[in-house]
Structure formats: structure tokens, C-alpha cells
């Protein structure tokens, strides 16, 4: 820049300016939100003029990273700032190019592109906004909730969704995530689902038949199935039903089976449908083989009617009532009944129907029966071999004879060893004397049919009766005698003498089993004594036996002080979990002499002492001390069961508290029992608001003592895959409701964390802030892992804090004040944070502060005090920056003196803006340093001249003037002069006047100068002795230089011009191009039109001057370079024109003849006579020479 006015200060003129292209012309771009972005702007000379010039931004956002440039082809770099950009706002303004081919501006704007989506999150003011969404449309609720900046959408401001939000997507699954999301903010039902049937038979099976069921879905929502079968014989057509498979909300699944994989009998399978925690399960039952299966079910029925009728059998024979026995016997026949139309042995089942007639007295029926069998069964009594012996014994018993009965018996024996059948055992005991007058022989025979596998009741029955009449022959209490005696046990066989023998019998036995223990526990019950008890008791203590149920006999056997080693350990290890009543003292009189005890001991005795027994009781004052201790010693543990939340409760009281407890204690007291209905649920997830991080808890038995540090906590459950789950049938019950003990733990510990949580959920909610709430949060922010959110929160409040005391001028925490440096500020204390550094000295980091955030975020007024602190800094009197924000301020009339001062001292910019705000600097009088010079500068660099006579009084009025600025300032007024005929005040010819006289040698005076002087001249009607001298000597100068333009002719009427310009018509051209073309005739002596040479005098003015006659016309094309193409710009002509003071000669005295008319003769004689007077007067005068 200063070169140039260098030059001009010589009255140097380039005789051609740059051409300025800017691509592109305007800037409308997306960029992405946070980033610092680049943008190049080409500026180029489209003539091949080096350009020189400088860029400005009046956004402080838009920064030029080199504002200087020069060259031909240049590229200005825009570094674009869109860091702290909201969606909604544009990053708009104008780079102004300052060249020396003029001043061009580039308006531009940047924004955030904004897709449908993020047009969708602009909408999303509240919760109701997004359900009504994903009620319309599940998917488009999806798209937008995966969307990674769903977290700034309008309802998601709420610290609690976010959280929300954050915790449910540590899981993969968006889909699951999202219905989820939605029960958990916007109270929505859970969608669920409904199978058609959750059964399905199949008789047959068809190869390749696709068999259906159908999925009803309920309620709207995001809806999931994975499906699975727990049969390789059952192909799925899917695994997974998407929500978008549903039409109406029903699917049908379809399933092939393949019937090469199903075995040859029913098959039973399941398919599981999961939706999260949610399953349901259809079971798929085939028979395969129907006729098999049918069998089988009539064997098993017919297996179940058998054990009914022996069940009946043995009924009758125990019973001794007569008219129950006839009761029974009816029972028996229709049992009877059903058998014989589902058996193939119906000969057997009818006879044994016979033999109940016979019972009942019925003999005529009876023996119908077996004359209708007699025949068929004799002929194939080998086949039917029980049949044949059960028809020989009903004959006997119809018919009495001792020798057939004899043979019969033998019969059966003999059969019975061979065959082992039940049938023929029971005729061997009904029939076989010997056995009947014989016990040791009836015992015998029955353990040998034990030993061949006979387990029926009939058996049992027998042995039981055969002991409890011969007590004697129990001997032992093997598996036979076990199982007897247990069947004696439930009815009623066993007699005082039996059971006495059975206790003898058991004490010697050195391996007692459950089924033994059994039948002394109901003789027992039968027969209670003390010695049986302490036996049982023993029998169990030495089994190590500690279920519950044994719990009542270790009671029994302690309420009778019977001596049981170990009898009050295992009482207290038998104790259901929950024991209604008190400990027996004695038990409890008997740990108290124990001094160590397992955990799970104390706990279950501390609990009922706590429990049961009053604080007065010998009991309680025995053991207090104890349980003090145990119960802090699990405090300070954090343990927690049903047993320790009764025992804490009775327990603990103020004066228990001390500073080693206060630590624990408020965990303890707010903890709360969660419950969890779902069965898949593995853990359950806590996470708070206000803090970072989250903690997993195992659920036992769906249950888990959680200790919850504030009410604001959020609490999902996880299912072993990591899937989150909202649940709304959570139950979350606090357990302990003693308030005073947090209390007094807040006062022994005032910097407990679940305290100062608490209070800073004070302070967040609260309008001011006080000194303590300051140390609180100051503490807070380096000791506790608080969610960065939440901790802008605090920030804010200090933030305001900080800036009252600022500006009361009280002395500031600064290291507090920079912690607040990491939160992210926003338009409601950006203004409190940069006041609050400017009052304290610290102008550098608030400047900083604003160019970050950028001035959008401030109010105006707000930030207009800002900048008026800053520009007291001294460090900051020239900071363009600054200056910038001052002057953006002054366009939107916010402004003092002292901001236009410092406007006026360091701002650069548009000339049009610097202008206007010089004139307002000038009418109030306000200090400008030199920006009147830095002003003119410009504009004569970049050629700005619409203001310049304006802005050179002023300079010249306010200023001490530089001489190289006034004569640049001159050569520009004479170029715009002698080029464009501006009207100029002729002061400024005076001055070059001047100038021209105190030059030695008139080739060194400019060009310009000289051009401008001549054609001032020109115009004028009369000129002074030393203007004609100036005159003379620049038209002989030009003349020299071969610089002729048609005013010259004006000249001479002061001074001697050349003849031949004088007798010349002239042609003259200003093109914009150095490069025109001239074709030209003479009319009427050519045709055609001829190429001639045509000058470039001076700054592309062409000029062409000739000799033409009046009477001819000189006619002229002149064409220059349009788009690579020469296109005709000019097509005109002239005529010779006799200047009014021209001298005459013999060309001007012809041309005068042709331009007189016919008819004036007496002039036409004149006129030729003073040429041939002129042309006789030359030739003598050459002769003479």
C-alpha cells in the first residue's frame, strides 16, 4: 500500500489497473458444528496486473489467516470458527478486499446444516412431543434417538433423561433401548405380546406342511422377538420377528417338521419367544405313532386300575368294620369293571370278580362266572396259568375239600417257585397252613418274595402284620423290614411291643437312614417318650441335620432339658429365617457363656434377642454388649440382610455414633430393599444425576439391598447379556426410617459425601449462594466425581457469586475462579465469567473467553462494557480484535467516546465504514490519532474517490500533513481530471502550478501533472503570463513525446500549436484494453474500410489524427476484445472542424473555399487571392533561402 503512494506521490499512474475476479463472489456454505474450518477465496487479476491489497472480516468468527497478498493469482485463506455455534444460528459478513483494482466485498454465510433429523430435534420441546413421533411412526422415533446428538434436543435438557439416555445405550440394542427409553420418561406401557396357543398337538405329521401360530401384538411401541425351539425335529422360517414384520399387529410364524428326526413316540418340544426379560413358550406335543401311543396309555391305565384294586385289597383286609368292607368291596368291582374292558386278561379280571361275590355272599353270581370260564380256562390252562389256579381256588372255596386242597396248595408252591407270580404268592399265603401256624416259616417265605423283587403293598401288609403279632422275629432294620414297618407306620400296625423291639432293634444299628428315622419319628408321635426323643435328636445331630423341619424336635428336646450334646448349636442352626418367636432362655444362656461365635450364629441370636426380649430383661443386659458390637462391626462393613435390617433397628441410637461410624452410617440408613419381578434380571444398575459413573448390584432371588446416595437416583435392571431394562414393577421400599442417626452423622461429619451431595442439590435449586455454599462446592469439585452437567450447574452459581464480589471490589479466590474456566458457558453467565476476569486484571483470558464463545453469546450492552475495560489495559490499546468487537458495536449504535476513540486509533476496514465513523469522531471531537492518514491512504490506494475530498479537508484540517500523501492525493485528482473530467477546484492546479515552476528541467515534472495543467488550459477563457508560459513549455514537452490530443487545439489561442494539429481532424479513443484495432475510409474517395495504426498515448487513450478536406468524411470502426473475439465497439465519424482562434494557412484557406456556397463569387475571389498571395510569398521565401 505505501508503495503505491509512493508512486502516486511521483505522479506515477499505472497506465493499467488490475482486473479484480473473486471466485466465488458470495459464500454460502454448511459447515460442521465445533470445528475450525478453512474456506480459500481465489482473488486474481483477470488482466495479468499484479494485484496488491489486503482482507478484512467483520466477523470475528470468520478470521483471515494472512490478509496480505499480492500477485497476479492469489488465494485469501478464511479460517472459520464454529466452536459454542447453536443450531439456529449463522455465521454471517462481508470480507472486504482492499486493492489497488478498487474495494470489493464478499458477503458470506456459514450455518449448520440441518438435516430432517436434526430439524426433527429442534421440535422436540418436550417428552409428549417425541411419543407422539414414535406413536405415528416407530422407526423415524428410532432414526432420531440413535442420532448422536439426540442428548440436545429441547426435552433433553433434563439432566435426568440424559442420564437415562447414556445408561440404557451401554447396551447394543438401540431397538430394545428405545421402548425402553420411552416407558422410563414418557410413562409408557410396555408393549408386550400374546401367542394364539400355548399348546399345540399334532397327531400326524405331513413332510414339508408349514405349521403356524400366531403373535398378537399389545400396546404401541418398539416390538422385538427372538425365537427358538429346544427340538432338532422343528425348523423355524425365522428366528427373529421384527416390529416391522407385524401387519395389524399379528404375526404368523410359520415351522416345518421333519419326521425323520421324531422318535416313535410322543415328542414333546417347546419354542421360546424373548422380547428382553419377557418370554413365553408354545409346547408342540406329536404322536408319531398313535396306535403305539394308545397302547400305551391303556397299559398305563390298565397299570394304574391294578394298583387301585391291590390298593383296595389291602384296604379290605385292614379294615374291621363290616359295612365299610362292603364299601370297599363295591369300590373294588368297578375298579374290577374298568379293568375288563381295557385288559386282555379278562378271564382273570372276572374271576377275581367271582371271588368278590363270593365275599359279598353272592355265590349264585359267583359261580355264573366260573362255570362260563370253567371250560376255556382248563382247556388252556397252560396259557393261562393263573387263571386255571385262581378258578381251582374259588372251587374250593365254594366247594371245601381238604385232599383237593392240599394238591392245589402244592400245585402252588410248586408254580410260585418256578413262575413267582403275585397271584400264586397271595394263594400261597391264603392257602398254605403251614406258613399260617408257622411265623419264622411265613417269614421266610415273604423275605424270600422280597428278595425275588416283590415290592407290592400286599407284601408290606403281610410283613407288617407278621411283626407286629411276633415282635420277636424283628432282628434287624434291613431295607425289608424298613419299608414294612413304614407301612405299618401309616396304618396303624404297629403295636407298644413293636415299637419297643423297634427301638432296641434301631440302636444297634449303626447306619440309620432317612426311612428308619422316619418310623421313629412317628412312633414317636405315636408313643412319645423321652428317651425317643433324645434318641431322635441324636440320630439328627450326628446326620448333621439343620433343616428346618427338625427344628421343632431339637425345641421339644430343650423345653424337656433332656442332656443332647450339641442340642442348642443345632437348634440354633435348624432356625427358619424367620423365627416368631423367643429363643428358649436356656439356649441363650448357654451362648452367653461362649465367647466366640460363628456370624451366622450371632445374627439369628442377636435378632431375637433384639426382637423378643425387653430392654429391661436379664437376657438383653447379658448380651447388649455383644450385639453393640457385632451390629457396628457390620455397619461399618455395609452388610445388610433381613437379619442385620432388624438388629440395626433395635440397635442403633444416637450416642452410638462416632466420627468412624458417621462415615457409614448415612449409607446405611438409606438403603433400601429393591425387588425385581422380572425372573431374567441378573443385577440392577444405579446411576445418579448428579454424578459420574454407575454401580451394578447382583440380585438374589430378584432381591438386592441397594444403599442410594440422593432420591434423584435411577435405577434399571440388566439381564446377563448387558441388555437395560426400565421396570415399572420395580419395587423400592427404604428400610430404615431413623433420620436422627443421619443427623447426627452430618454433624460429626460435616463433609460426608451423601451430605454435600445433598446440599449441592441445595444450591443448584437456590437463587444466592453464600460463603459456606462456596467452600462447599470448591471442596466438592477436586474430592467427588460429579457429572460434568451437573458441575456447569454449580459453576453458574459460583460464577454469579464471584461476579458480585468482582464488582464490590472484594478480593476474588482465583483459583477458584479458574476451576470454573472448565464448564461450558453459556448467554446466561458468559457475561459474569469475562466481567468477573476483566475486574480482576485478568483482560488476556476474558478476551479470550469471548473469541471462543463468540459475541453472539453476549448482550450487547454487556459486552460493550467488557470491551471499555479492556481498552484501559494497555496491553490491549492495539488489539484488532477488540477493535473489531468496538466496531460492530458502533454499527448497531452502542458506543462511547472512549470505544470510538479506540475504533479510531486501531480499527481497519471498509473505507466506506471508516469514513462514516471518522465523521462521527470529528463531530464529537473525539481524539483520532492518525486515522484520518490510515484512511486517505486507502482510499487512494484502492482508488476510492467518492469521499476523498472529504476525508483530505479533514486530514488537512486536523492534522500535520504529510507531503507525500498531498501530492498522491494531487497526481489522483489530476488522473481523475485528465481521464474522467471530474470537476476540480482550481486550488489543486495552483499547487501543481507551483510545482512546475520550481522545476529545472520540465521532462522531470510528471506526465500527469503536465497532462492534467494542459487540459485545464484548455478549458480556459484566458490565462496569465506565467500560465502561458507553463503552457508553452508543456505543450512543446507533450508535443516531444508525441502526446497530441485533440483539446490542444484549444491551446492555441495562448500558444504557437503545430499546423499540422491545427489543420488535423482527430479520432480518440479510451478503451479499457491496451490493445484496440482502427479501420477507416475517407468518404467518398475509398470503399473499403482499412486497417490503420493507432496510437496508445496514455493510459489506453488511442489517438489518430489527419488531414481531411471539408467536404470529406472520415468514417471509422473501431473493434477491441470481447471473450477472444474482436468485436466492433465503435462505428462513427467526423469532419474537419476550423478551431475559432485557428491562425490561417493555405490547408485551412482551401478547405474555407469548398465551404463556400455557389452563389458567393466576391468571397470565392478573396479567398483566392489570399491563397495565391500565401503560396507566391512561401515560394519566394524558400527561393531566398
Not at 258 to 271: C, F, G, T, V
Not at 358 to 377: C, E, F, H, R
Request: aromatic content about 10%; glycine content about 2%.
Amino acid at each position: 500500500m505505501r508503495e503505491r503512494i509512493n508512486r502516486l506521490a511521483k505522479g506515477i499512474i499505472e497506465e493499467e489497473l488490475p482486473i479484480l475476479v473473486c471466485e466465488p463472489d458470495n459464500i454460502e456454505l454448511p459447515i460442521k458444528m465445533d470445528e475450525a474450518v478453512r474456506f480459500e477465496i481465489e482473488v486474481r487479476s483477470d488482466n495479468k496486473v499484479p494485484l496488491r491489497g489486503v482482507a478484512y472480516s467483520d466477523n470475528i468468527r470468520v478470521r483471515v489467516v494472512d490478509a496480505t497478498f499480492g500477485g497476479i493469482k492469489n488465494k485469501v485463506v478464511l479460517e472459520i470458527n464454529s466452536k459454542n455455534l447453536s443450531r439456529e444460528e449463522k455465521i454471517e459478513g462481508i470480507i472486504t478486499l482492499v486493492t489497488n483494482a478498487g474495494e470489493r466485498d464478499i458477503p458470506y454465510t456459514f450455518y449448520i446444516k440441518n438435516t430432517d433429523t436434526v430439524l426433527v430435534l429442534e421440535s422436540l420441546k418436550t417428552v409428549d412431543d417425541f411419543m407422539v413421533i414414535a406413536k405415528e411412526d416407530i422407526n423415524i422415533a428410532l432414526a432420531i434417538f440413535m442420532y448422536k446428538d439426540f442428548c440436545k434436543s429441547g426435552f433433553m435438557k433434563d439432566l435426568r433423561y440424559q442420564k437415562i439416555y447414556e445408561v440404557l445405550n451401554k447396551g447394543n440394542n438401540f431397538r430394545l433401548n428405545l421402548e425402553n427409553f420411552l416407558q422410563a420418561v414418557g410413562n409408557k406401557e410396555a408393549v408386550d405380546f400374546l401367542l394364539e396357543s400355548d399348546s399345540l398337538y399334532l397327531n400326524t405329521v405331513e413332510e414339508d406342511k408349514v405349521y403356524t401360530v400366531k403373535v398378537y401384538k399389545e400396546n404401541w411401541g418398539l416390538l422385538d422377538i427372538d425365537v427358538s425351539t429346544n427340538a432338532g425335529f422343528i425348523k423355524l422360517n425365522t428366528d427373529k420377528i421384527k416390529n416391522e414384520n407385524f401387519e395389524d399387529n399379528t404375526f404368523e410364524l410359520g415351522f416345518t417338521i421333519d419326521p425323520e428326526l421324531l422318535q416313535d413316540r410322543k415328542n414333546i418340544a417347546s419354542i421360546k419367544f424373548g422380547n428382553g426379560l419377557n418370554e413365553k413358550y408354545l409346547e408342540v406335543v406329536i404322536n408319531k405313532n398313535l396306535e403305539k401311543e394308545y397302547q400305551r396309555e391303556a397299559r398305563i391305565f390298565e397299570r394304574k386300575q391294578w394298583i387301585a384294586y391291590i390298593k383296595l385289597r389291602v384296604e379290605h383286609e385292614l379294615c374291621n368294620d363290616k359295612i365299610e368292607k362292603n364299601e370297599i368291596l363295591f369300590k373294588m368291582l368297578a375298579v374290577l369293571d374298568r379293568l375288563q374292558a381295557s385288559t386282555y386278561r379278562s378271564f382273570l379280571v372276572r374271576l377275581l370278580k367271582a371271588e368278590i361275590y363270593l365275599m359279598q355272599g353272592d355265590k349264585a353270581t359267583a359261580k355264573s362266572i366260573i362255570n362260563s370260564l370253567d371250560s376255556k380256562i382248563k382247556e388252556n390252562r397252560h396259557e393261562l396259568r393263573d387263571e386255571y389256579l385262581i378258578l381251582e381256588y374259588l372251587d374250593t372255596y365254594m366247594y371245601p375239600d381238604a385232599e383237593k386242597m392240599r394238591d392245589l396248595t402244592k400245585l402252588i408252591k410248586d408254580l410260585y417257585k418256578k413262575y413267582h407270580s403275585n397271584i400264586e404268592f397271595m394263594l400261597v399265603l391264603n392257602l398254605d397252613e403251614s406258613l399260617a401256624d408257622n411265623p419264622a416259616e411265613r417269614q421266610k417265605f415273604l423275605k424270600r418274595a422280597f428278595e425275588l423283587g416283590d415290592r407290592s403293598k400286599i407284601l408290606m401288609m403281610e410283613y407288617a402284620l407278621l411283626l407286629c403279632k411276633n415282635p420277636h422275629l424283628l432282628t434287624s432294620c434291613t431295607r425289608f423290614e424298613v419299608l414294612a414297618l413304614g407301612f405299618g407306620i401309616r396304618n396303624n400296625l404297629i403295636s407298644v411291643n413293636l415299637s419297643e423291639k423297634i427301638l432296641l432293634v434301631v440302636r444297634e444299628t449303626k447306619k440309620i437312614n432317612g426311612a428308619i428315622l422316619n418310623i421313629l419319628l412317628s412312633i414317636y408321635n405315636a408313643l412319645p417318650s423321652n428317651e425317643l426323643l433324645t434318641d431322635i435328636c441324636e440320630i439328627f445331630i450326628k446326620g448333621n441335620v439343620r433343616k428346618k423341619y427338625v427344628n421343632a424336635w431339637y425345641e421339644r428336646c430343650i423345653e424337656k432339658g433332656l442332656p443332647v450334646e450339641g442340642i442348642y448349636e443345632y437348634f440354633v442352626y435348624s432356625l427358619p429365617e424367620k423365627y416368631d418367636l423367643p429363643i428358649p432362655e436356656s439356649v441363650l444362656k448357654y451362648f452367653e457363656r461362649i465367647n466366640s461365635m460363628a456370624d451366622d450364629f450371632k445374627v439369628k441370636i442377636f435378632e431375637n434377642i433384639v426382637e423378643f426380649y425387653p430392654h429391661n430383661s436379664e437376657i438383653y443386659r447379658e448380651f447388649i454388649k455383644r450385639i453393640k458390637i457385632f451390629t457396628i462391626d457390620n455397619a461399618m462393613k455395609l452388610k445388610m440382610d433381613d437379619h442385620l435390617i432388624n438388629i440395626y433397628s433395635g440397635i442403633l441410637e444416637d450416642d452410638d455414633i462416632d466420627e468412624r461410624l458417621a462415615k457409614i452410617i448415612p449409607f446405611l440408613m438409606n438403603s433400601y430393599d429393591v425387588r425385581v419381578p422380572e425372573d431374567k434380571a441378573a443385577s440392577i444398575v444405579v446411576v445418579y444425576p448428579e454424578l459420574n459413573g454407575e454401580k451394578k448390584y447382583e440380585l438374589v432371588n430378584s432381591r438386592a439391598f441397594v444403599a442410594l446416595y440422593s432420591e434423584n437416583a435411577i435405577i434399571l435392571t440388566e439381564d446377563c447379556e448387558g441388555n437395560r431394562y426400565y421396570s415399572k414393577n420395580m419395587t423400592v421400599d427404604k428400610i430404615f426410617h431413623m433420620q436422627n442417626l443421619i443427623d447426627r452423622s452430618y454433624e460429626l461429619d460435616k463433609n460426608h459425601d451423601m451430605h454435600r451431595l445433598l446440599m449441592l442439590g441445595k444450591i443448584a435449586k437456590s437463587s444466592e449462594i453464600g460463603d459456606e455454599d462456596i467452600a462447599l462446592i470448591e471442596g466438592v469439585l477436586d474430592e467427588i466425581d460429579i457429572d460434568s452437567r451437573f458441575k456447569n450447574i454449580l459453576l453458574s452459581k459460583l460464577i454469579e457469586h464471584l461476579w458480585k464480589d468482582s464488582e464490590r471490589e472484594e478480593e476474588i479466590n482465583f483459583k477458584l475462579l479458574y476451576k470454573t474456566a472448565e464448564m461450558n458457558l453459556d448467554e446466561d453467565n458468559i457475561f459474569m465469567y469475562c466481567d468477573t476476569l476483566m475486574n480482576t486484571g485478568n483482560v488476556k483470558e476474558a478476551i479470550d473467553v469471548v473469541k471462543f464463545f463468540g459475541v453472539d453469546n453476549f448482550k450487547k450492552d454487556e459486552l460493550l462494557k467488557l470491551i471499555i475495560k479492556a481498552i484501559y489495559d494497555e496491553a490491549f490499546n492495539q488489539n484488532k480484535i477488540l477493535a473489531l468487537m468496538a466496531f460492530n458495536l458502533y454499527k448497531d449504535e452502542k458506543y462511547t467516546d472512549k470505544t470510538l476513540e479506540f475504533i479510531a486509533k486501531v480499527y481497519n476496514g471498509k473505507t466506506q465504514n471508516m469514513f462514516d465513523c471518522l465523521k462521527l469522531c470529528v463531530e464529537k471531537n473525539i481524539e483520532t490519532y492518525d486515522f484520518e492518514e490510515r484512511l486517505l491512504i486507502q482510499m487512494l490506494f484502492s482508488n476510492q474517490t467518492e469521499d476523498l475530498d472529504e476525508a483530505f479537508g479533514i486530514y488537512t484540517e486536523r492534522k500535520r500533513v504529510t507531503d507525500i500523501i498531498i501530492r498522491a492525493y494531487f497526481t489522483v485528482k489530476s488522473d481523475l481530471f485528465f481521464m474522467n473530467d471530474e470537476n476540480i477546484k482550481d486550488n489543486i492546479f495552483e499547487y501543481l502550478e507551483d510545482g512546475l515552476s520550481d522545476v529545472d528541467d520540465i521532462k522531470e515534472f510528471p506526465n500527469i501533472y503536465m497532462l492534467a495543467l494542459s487540459k485545464y488550459y484548455s478549458k480556459k477563457d484566458k490565462l496569465n503570463f506565467k500560465q502561458t508560459r507553463l503552457c508553452e513549455q508543456i505543450v512543446n514537452n507533450l508535443c516531444d513525446m508525441g502526446m497530441v490530443f485533440s483539446y490542444f487545439k484549444n491551446l492555441s489561442k495562448f500558444v504557437a500549436v503545430e499546423r499540422d494539429i491545427l489543420e488535423s481532424t482527430f479520432v480518440e479513443y479510451k478503451a479499457k484494453k491496451d490493445s484496440v484495432i482502427l479501420k477507416s475510409r475517407i468518404f467518398p474517395l475509398n470503399d473499403d474500410f482499412i486497417e490503420e495504426e493507432f496510437p496508445n498515448i496514455y493510459k489506453n487513450i488511442f489517438v489518430k489524427y489527419k488531414k481531411i478536406f471539408s467536404d470529406e468524411i472520415w468514417e471509422y470502426q473501431i473493434l477491441e476484445d470481447e471473450d477472444g473475439e474482436m468485436k466492433v465497439s465503435v462505428n462513427d465519424c467526423v469532419q474537419f472542424s476550423k478551431a475559432d482562434n485557428a491562425v490561417e494557412s493555405r490547408f485551412i484557406l482551401i478547405n474555407d473555399i469548398e465551404e463556400l456556397p455557389k452563389d458567393k463569387e466576391k468571397e470565392l475571389k478573396e479567398k483566392l487571392t489570399e491563397f495565391v498571395y500565401k503560396d507566391e510569398l512561401v515560394a519566394n521565401l524558400f527561393t531566398l533561402i
